[in-house]
């Protein structure tokens, strides 16, 4: 059983979450904060944003930042929350003198008690393969994504133009706990009946966040690029 702490022989998972006298394994909490999210992601828009080193070369530097990470090695793993509180400079591998590749940039955590036998969480390239029309490499179990870096023939450096972290998501809560951010765009925001004090909104077309304050067109910048 990869998690003995916790009863596997009855419907019910025992014993509970935060019983006065009980003990109960990492999962447990893990599972609490599972039942809360309806998605893995980034905590916040401008977390974990993959950039150009300084000096540029064979890097990309991914900035300081928060994650929520679901494990999906095996049933009923739960969340993993990540706190990076540093730039990280990850290495990507020489490119091919002929064709193109396609690398992915992820955070991953590694779990002892799941699988292998290293307990950490790591950013980290998953390279590609280089070819004349290059795909995208497979996500890693208990990950998600950071960014996409593209590598061009012969490269001997990454820039700013290689690297998109766009398709990185957002973490959301249940839908029941809390309304979900409506991704719009800047000529699309919600109607001035259909907004309340509070309310953020995701523009796909910016990719900015923004916070209504309460009348008229109060809208305040919440993150994403300037």
């Known amino acids: 059983d990869k998690f003995p702490g916790a009863d596997r022989h009855m419907t019910v998972l025992n014993p509970p979450a935060w019983l006065q006298n009980g003990s109960y394994p990492a999962q447990t909490?893990?599972?609490?904060?599972?039942?809360?999210?309806?998605?893995?992601?980034?905590?916040?828009?401008?977390?974990?944003?993959?950039?150009?080193?300084?000096?540029?070369?064979?890097?990309?530097?991914?900035?300081?930042?928060?994650?929520?990470?679901?494990g999906d090695t095996v049933a009923r793993q739960g969340m993993y929350h990540v706190v990076n509180d540093a730039p990280v400079t990850l290495t990507v591998a020489?490119?091919?003198?002929?064709?193109?590749?396609?690398?992915?940039?992820?955070?991953?955590?590694?779990?002892?008690?799941?699988?292998?036998?290293?307990?950490?969480?790591?950013?980290?390239?998953?390279?590609?393969t280089a070819a004349e029309f290059p795909t995208t490499p497979s996500m890693p179990e208990t990950s998600i994504l950071i960014g996409v870096v593209e590598i061009s023939a012969s490269a001997t450096t990454i820039t700013t133009s290689d690297i998109d972290g766009g398709d990185a998501q957002l973490a959301l809560l249940n839908a029941d706990?809390?309304?979900?951010?409506?991704?719009?765009?800047?000529?699309?925001?919600?109607?001035?009946?259909?907004?309340?004090?509070?309310?953020?909104?995701?523009?796909?077309?910016?990719?900015?966040?923004?916070?209504?304050?309460?009348?008229?067109?109060?809208w305040s910048f919440r993150g994403g690029p300037p």
């Not at 944003?49 to 990470?69: D, F, H, K, L, N």
């Not at 490119?95 to 950490?120: E, K």
């Not at 951010?181 to 953020?200: C, E, H, I, K, N």
């Open 94 to 128: 020489p490119s091919s003198p002929t064709y193109a590749r396609r690398d992915l940039i992820v955070l991953r955590v590694h779990d002892s008690a799941v699988t292998g036998s290293t307990d950490l969480a790591a950013l980290e390239i998953i390279t590609g």
């Open 177 to 218: 706990i809390m309304p979900r951010v409506p991704l719009v765009t800047s000529a699309t925001r919600p109607a001035v009946a259909d907004r309340y004090p509070g309310m953020r909104i995701y523009e796909s077309d910016t990719s900015r966040e923004w916070a209504w304050g309460g009348s008229g067109t109060d």
């Open 29 to 70: 909490d893990r599972l609490v904060f599972d039942s809360l999210f309806d998605q893995d992601g980034l905590n916040r828009r401008t977390d974990l944003r993959p950039i150009q080193s300084s000096p540029v070369g064979m890097t990309v530097t991914v900035g300081a930042g928060e994650a929520w990470v679901r």
